[in-house]
């Protein structure tokens, strides 16, 4: 028996509701934002600036206060994570870093302002050991959010890793 193309798209047409394989949800309006309400999201990045990594715990504790104080609703623990990898990065003078951070910035004008994601991982991908140790010394949330980049040289990521371990970020 030859195959029918005519029948095959009636019945795919019949079974799936007029062709469409796709759900019938729309794409939200606010798809890719972040839906943390703006003062929510303030205290939050605060909290998260320090160079030590507040434990989970704590962090959670501190923003139910002031959720309930501003009337807003606790974010889940999953947006919290979320939040993290794209809370705003501390920013970096380049013309104030060390000479052998600035070396491994070698594709970033001398006057301008690098994230300190960036400036982490430069330093630990091109840099020398004294731009790694640096680099090292980085508020956190710089080094949580360079390794979520991509393009990383497997034993540069070795040695941010190790530090990311010892540091417990």
Known sequence: ???DLRRSL???ERRFGGGRVSSARRRRSDAGRSRLPEPVATALAAMLRGYERP???ALQSELETICRRLG???PARATIYRFM???PPSRHRIAELPEAVRQALYNLDADGEVPGHQLAYYAFNYGD???MSFAAGL???DLYQAAQLRGWRPRSFGVLQAVMRRRGI
Do not use: I, K, N, Y
């Open 55 to 57: 434990p989970m715990h």
């Open 129 to 131: 050991a004294r731009a």
């Open 1 to 3: 028996m030859p195959f």
């Open 10 to 12: 009636d019945e795919a």
């Open 85 to 87: 990898a794209h809370c």
């Open 72 to 74: 807003e609703r606790m």
């Open 139 to 141: 508020p956190w949330l």
